[in-house]
């Protein structure tokens, strides 16, 4: 479709009638400053194309003129390859759509209202959303032939619409073919009813169904078959139990047998075992008489040898007894005189020791008064050394107590001061008088120096704040007066800082500055020298922290030596003794003392001797008439029990003994007869039918116990057995087989669409592949026009999109990524090869709204080159607000107000 | 003289399952025919009815088939009956079909005959019987018999029955419990009654022991089913008659349609199934279509198929074919359909593969006017473009079989039809 001519009215800031046309087959430039209306104009171009005319979107109310409700109408003459037709619309108020087509040189009205609208979708191809104004995709052809002002860099899918899909086949020059397009969509809608496009099973479908079915008839046969291998186990269960039963059985029936044989013969033996015991007992009876007969025999012989030996014993203890008395007599004897010779020697002993202690007191009482004058000359030092620092003490007390941060501010107020003194210096009065003669000069305004003289011919500078009242001698009074204001300020400035210093030194103390420097350095001098006699007084101190302490020690030293003289009251030759001679009378009284106390030891040791022998002596004749008296003891009982046996036996003890032996030969004679009676290994016979009846027992309950089980078994057998398991999973098998049938149909069925379609996709594809190549070239070579650059090759991907520009496919800029200018350019190429493409059926229009506004001026005019070349097959009109870029390019249309314009060519 | 109905292997309760929904009428066509040998032999006015084994599939079916079986034996009650346990259904013990209190209760002509023992049928005639307790041994199980003829007069008709496979050499196997050849011979048997195979079998140990078969068919292979042994002896030490009477109440046939002559294998199926219509109710038939074939000659073919079967009590189509198109065809296709002529080759090359065979065009590819057009010389489609392709959709290469290949090219074919008739 190409554009003849449009007329507007009541569209925008057009609220008169506007005609743009008409505009030629060719480039068409229509340039107009912004705000202008030429996009407004085209986008009512496109409403009154392809929106009903009975449309009220808000698209449409905003072609209305700000603040009027006037109706937008909107007349558009345009060609397709069916003719030439010309469309008026109304919108809003009175909608109403006109269709003509010029037949013969007139314009025949062919439709009108919705079917005007209607004709003219069919003639562009377009279509209409549901509800709403359309949108660029609806458009047809000229949804991807009119880049938009302020979307140049969009471009549609080419997949979704059936109009991109035929553009890309144009492009392509890929075969259509809807035999195969039909036969994709069926197989694709036979798969996707079946399997999702990750190969799932879809759910409803039939695969999933029959999959489902197949998974609850799964579990149902697991059941029956777990159901099944229980009876199977219990089947074995029974049979193992019904085995063991017949075992159990059989034994029972032979250990019954041996239990009662074993009963029988116990209870005989038991009878032969009472009768047994009964003549054991008087065997034993008999022994034990016997036995008493012997012992007493024994007895009476060894009583009798007892009795001589007795007798012996008791004549040797005598003798010894008489022995030991004769001993101790005589150690008595010895030990009395030794204790006589005992006191005598300790007396001696004792007097040494007195002499000893008395040169050890007169030594110590010596060494305590020379202690007492060590600590009094040690004193005397140390008050010596206090007195000292007293005096630095004292002086230093004298000094001002000035520290340096004061007197550093005591300067920086003599410093303000000589600061604010030379500053009046230099505001104030200054009068340099060099006198002819000498002669005197009171200065009645300086209190400190009222009255100076003024050698002749030398200058004298005064000076004064303000004012000066001068009496020269000979001359006369001079009084001299300033106005400044500084100076006055400067010389109450410099008052106050001089009173600040004055009261600063009163109060530190001192009168001047330099007193203060001398104040601190004194101060800091006697701290030294005091530090120095403190240092001297601490060795003289010694253990005392104090000369007060160290006074009272040295007292009490003199005070313990003048005691210990006194208690000893040493005799004029004691006191005449030097101490070496005391000390040497010591060591020699020690030695003395020392072999006294050895000897008195020794005597004493001797002495202990006596005693002790003199004591064992003493017990061992003790002991001796013990036994003389046991001896006595003894004899006199063995005599007792010999009298005491004998008087047992009247008859004698031979004769009882005769008769004990023939009894005992008797009951031994029953007993062996009885004994011979009784079965072989009788003793083992109670323990042996014991275990024979526990056996019984076991068994016993070990049967009923199988026998038990073995029923619960049948029991379960019974009753699973007449479930009819196998005929219940003939059934599910069956319908298990028919599912898995369905399943295995569908999920065929499922892939076969499947792969059939993607097969066909991919064929399709590999088409459009084949022809990438031609196609990227020929954008490539526009696309070089257009930059100047050939080096750079533009790729498309399997859709057509533009993948981007590089110099390989492994190394392109992606199309995101480059820059508006290139995007809008690679897009302009596109759009040329689109409208190329098109053209080839019928004339084609490419409208290219200010789109090009990232292009530098270089570009630009090898854009208009390849616009120029595309004009000749292609209706192209140029939207700008930069006229002057499109001076002299093709036909230049303008807007001017709400007037007709013409073309100017 | 004795008379007597010999059968064996009834199974009744038996498992259909490649027959879907159709099974429970399989199994029901086995009563119908219980019930006509025991009205033949009611007719043949038999001593009595043996039923050498496996009466039932197994001995966990279900009691409602008990209770028909035993409702037939009741309303009989003429006819003694004798029952022996089966390798299907042996007698293990309280969980065998036979200690179900239907069969504990059963009427006094029908006999179960849970232990080897003789029983006198009348008529000068002892049955030695020598059930199964489990389902497999390598014990024979006919020596028992040989035990158990001592503890019958001699000059008595002795009739043995057991279970188990004839120790044919190859033809049985060692734990099924093998029987041997001369069973009868052995035993002193002047008959052995035997059950096991499904086939009728005779000529065994001088005639005397006979397998009947099972009477009703239950496979397409058992060409000699369908039958039950009417025999009568007149004394003991003679030869039994035997008369092979047909009760099979199915009839079971197998047809084979090649395509390599098309024209021929339809004519002859179609008069084949002709000739079974009159008798459809009861027909069991499968044809097997095999050969290859043009996509619509196997529509147009297994359309008519499909009508044809319909009437039959089952239907079964088993299709052995592969689609494959004529030389004519696929030029037209490549010319039509450029791209459906690529899809086509890339399933050969899929096949391939996935390691089957490809169907080849049915004419020689020789002929230069059916050369491919320039225009369609794409590369074949490579290993990693198919692996590739069957990736989103989790198909494994490795899983596609012949049958799927031809499925999808019918598929493809099919669908084409439809959106282009």
């Given at each position: 479709m190409i554009l003849h001519a449009l007329e507007l009215t009541h569209v925008g800031r057009f609220r008169d009638t506007v005609r743009l046309g008409p505009f030629a087959s060719g480039l068409n430039v229509l340039a107009a400053p912004n705000e202008s209306g030429k996009s407004t104009a085209l986008h009512a171009t496109a409403r009154a194309l392809?929106?009903?005319?009975?449309t009220r979107s808000e698209e449409i109310k905003a072609l209305q003129p700000a603040g009027t409700s006037l109706a937008p109408c909107v007349t558009v003459e345009f060609e397709t390859r069916q003719g030439r037709f010309r469309l008026a619309k109304t919108f809003l108020q009175k909608p109403e759509s006109h269709l003509h087509q010029q037949r013969s040189g007139t314009w025949e009205l062919i439709a009108e209202a919705d079917a005007a609208d209607q004709r003219v979708q069919a003639l562009l191809q377009s279509s209409l959303p549901g509800r709403g104004a359309t949108r660029p995709e609806h458009w047809g052809f000229l949804g991807f032939l009119w880049a938009r002002q302020g979307e140049p860099a969009l471009w549609p899918g080419l997949d979704d619409a059936e109009i991109g899909q035929r553009i890309r086949a144009r492009l392509a020059r890929v075969e259509l073919d809807p035999v195969i397009e039909q036969l994709r969509d069926r197989l694709a809608a036979a798969a996707e009813a079946i399997i999702t496009s990750t190969g799932q099973p879809r759910t409803g479908g039939p695969l999933r169904e029959a999959e489902d079915d197949l998974a609850t008839l799964d579990t149902a046969l697991a059941e029956v078959r777990r159901t099944r291998a229980e009876l199977e186990e219990n089947l074995q269960h029974y049979q193992q139990s019904e085995a063991e039963v017949a075992r159990l059985e059989k034994e029972h029936t032979e250990r019954t047998a041996v239990a009662t044989t074993l009963r029988d013969q116990a209870s005989a033996a038991e009878r032969l075992r009472a009768e047994l015991d009964g003549r054991l007992q008087a065997l034993a009876t008999a022994q034990e008489k016997l036995t008493t007969l012997t012992a007493d025999a024994e007895t009476l012989l060894r009583l009798q040898r007892e009795q001589t030996g007795a007798q012996t014993a008791l004549t040797q203890s005598r003798a010894a007894a008489q022995g030991a008395e004769q001993g101790l007599l005589e150690l008595r004897t010895r030990l009395d005189q030794a204790q006589a010779d005992q006191p005598p020697r300790e007396t001696a002993l004792q007097s040494l020791r007195a002499g000893h202690q008395r040169l050890q007191s007169l030594i110590r009482s010596r060494q305590l008064a020379a202690a007492a004058t060590a600590s009094v000359k040690q004193l005397k030092k140390a008050e010596t050394a206090t007195a000292a620092i007293t005096v630095l003490e004292a002086r230093k007390t004298q000094l001002p107590a000035l520290a340096p941060a004061k007197l550093k501010k005591l300067e920086e107020l003599s410093e303000s001061a000589r600061d604010h003194r030379t500053r009046l210096q230099a505001l104030g009065l200054t009068v340099e008088l060099t006198p002819e003669k000498k002669t005197s000069l009171e200065n009645h305004g300086d209190a400190r120096a009222p009255q100076q003289t003024l050698p002749a011919g030398k200058p004298t500078r005064l000076q004064s704040p303000q004012a000066m009242d001068l009496h020269l001698a000979g001359w006369g009074r001079i009084v001299i007066r300033s106005g400044s204001q500084e100076a006055q300020s400067a010389a109450t400035d410099l008052a106050q800082a001089e009173t600040a210093l004055q009261e600063a030194l009163q109060q530190a103390g001192v009168p001047t500055i330099e007193a203060g420097r001398e104040a601190i350095a004194a101060r800091k001098d006697l701290e030294t020298q005091l530090k120095a006699a403190l240092a001297a007084l601490a060795p003289h101190l010694g253990d005392h922290e104090t000369i007060e302490k160290l006074r009272q020690a040295a007292a009490a030293e003199a005070r313990r030596a003048e005691a210990s003289i006194t208690a000893l009251a040493p005799t004029d030759a004691e006191q005449a003794r030097s101490l070496t001679d005391l000390e040497s009378a010591e060591a020699a009284a020690a030695e003395s003392v020392s072999a006294a106390e050895t000897a008195l030891a020794t005597f004493n040791k001797q002495l202990a001797k006596l005693r002790t022998e003199e004591r064992t002596a003493g017990q061992t004749a003790q002991q001796v008439a013990r036994q003389v008296s046991e001896h006595e003891a003894a004899l006199r009982s063995l005599e007792a029990r010999i009298k005491s046996i004998t008087e047992r036996y009247p008859d004698s003890l031979d004769v009882a003994k005769k008769t004990a032996q023939l009894a005992f030969a008797q009951a031994e004679a029953r007993v062996i007869a009885t004994k011979a009676e009784l079965p072989p290994e009788f003793e083992k016979l109670p323990e042996r039918n014991k275990r024979a009846a526990a056996s019984l027992q076991q068994i016993t309950n070990d049967l009923q116990a199988r026998r038990t089980e073995r029923d619960q078994a049948k029991a379960t057998l019974e009753i699973l057995g007449g479930q009819g398991l196998y005929s219940r999973e003939t059934e599910l098998e069956e319908k298990k087989a028919e599912a898995t049938l369905r399943r295995d149909a569908a999920r065929w069925l499922g892939w076969s669409a499947r792969v059939a379609h993607d097969l066909i996709e991919h064929r399709k594809q590999a088409a459009t592949k084949a022809v990438l190549a031609p196609l990227e070239q020929r954008l490539t070579a526009a696309f070089a026009e257009l930059t100047?650059?050939?080096?750079r090759q533009v790729f498309l991907d399997e859709r057509l999109q533009i993948a981007g520009i590089g110099r390989t496919r492994d190394e392109i800029h992606a199309f995101e990524q480059l820059s508006q200018g290139a995007k809008e350019q690679l897009l302009l190429c596109l759009r040329l090869a689109v409208a190329q493409e098109l053209a080839t059926d019928e004339p084609q229009v490419l409208i290219l709204d200010d789109v090009l506004v990232n292009t530098d001026p270089v570009r630009q005019d090898r854009i208009l080159d390849v616009l120029g070349t595309q004009a000749a097959r292609l209706q192209i009109l140029i939207l700008t607000c930069h006229p002057d870029r499109y001076r002299g390019v093709g036909n230049q249309i303008k807007i001017e107000g709400n007037q007709s314009v013409e073309i100017s060519r | 003289m004795l008379r007597f109905v010999h059968s064996s292997d009834?199974?009744?309760?038996?498992?259909?399952?490649?027959f879907g929904p159709k099974a429970a009428q399989l199994r029901a066509a086995r009563i119908v025919t219980l019930q006509k040998a025991l009205d033949l032999a009611l007719s043949k006015q038999a001593d009595a009815f043996l039923i050498?084994?496996?009466?039932?599939?197994?001995?966990?079916?279900d009691d409602g088939l008990v209770r028909t079986v035993l409702d037939l034996f009741g309303a009989r009650s003429s006819l003694p009956i004798y029952i022996l346990p089966g390798n299907h259904d042996p007698h293990t013990g309280p969980d065998s079909v036979w200690q179900r209190k239907a069969f504990l209760n059963a009427p006094h002509h029908v006999h179960v005959l849970r232990e080897a023992l003789a029983v006198e049928l009348g008529n000068n005639a002892y049955l030695l019987a020598a059930p199964l307790r489990q389902k497999l041994s390598s014990h024979d199980p006919s020596l028992k018999l040989a035990e158990l003829v001592?503890?019958?007069?001699?000059e008595a008709i002795k009739i043995g029955i057991t279970h188990g496979a004839l120790a044919i050499e190859s033809k049985h196997q060692p734990n099924d419990f093998p029987i041997a050849l001369n069973a009868a011979s052995r035993a002193g048997l002047d008959y052995l009654a035997v059950g096991h195979w499904h086939n009728w079998l005779t000529d065994t140990d001088s005639g005397r022991i006979v397998m009947p078969g099972t009477?009703?068919?239950?496979?397409?292979?058992?060409?000699?089913?369908g039958h039950v042994a009417f025999v009568e002896i007149d004394g003991p030490g003679q030869s039994p008659r035997i008369q092979k009477l047909p009760v099979a109440t199915l009839d079971w046939r197998s047809f084979s349609f090649d395509f390599l002559h098309p024209e021929a294998a339809r004519a002859s199926l179609a008069a084949a199934l002709t000739a079974l219509t009159p008798a459809a109710y009861r027909a069991v038939v499968r044809v097997t279509l095999a050969g290859t074939a043009s996509p619509a000659a196997l529509h147009e073919t297994r359309t008519w198929l499909a009508t044809s079967l319909t009437p039959f009590l089952v239907g079964q189509l088993v299709d052995e074919t592969r689609v494959a198109l004529t030389a004519i065809e696929l030029a037209d296709l490549r010319t039509r359909h450029p791209i459906l002529a690529q899809v086509l080759a890339d399933i050969d090359r899929l096949e391939a593969f996935a390691g089957g065979h490809v169907a080849a065009v049915i004419a020689s590819p020789s002929d230069a006017s059916l050369a491919p057009s320039p225009a369609v010389t794409t590369p074949p489609l490579t290993l990693a473009e198919a692996q590739a392709l069957l990736a989103p959709a989790k198909i494994d290469l490795t899983q596609l079989t012949p049958t799927w290949f031809a499925q999808l090219r019918q598929t493809i074919f099919q669908s084409l039809r439809e959106v282009s008739p």
């Open positions: 392809f929106d009903r005319h009975s100047g650059n050939a080096a | 009834w199974q009744l309760g038996a498992r259909f399952s490649q050498a084994g496996d009466l039932f599939e197994d001995n966990q079916v001592t503890t019958v007069p001699a009477p009703e068919p239950d496979r397409f292979t058992n060409d000699d089913s």
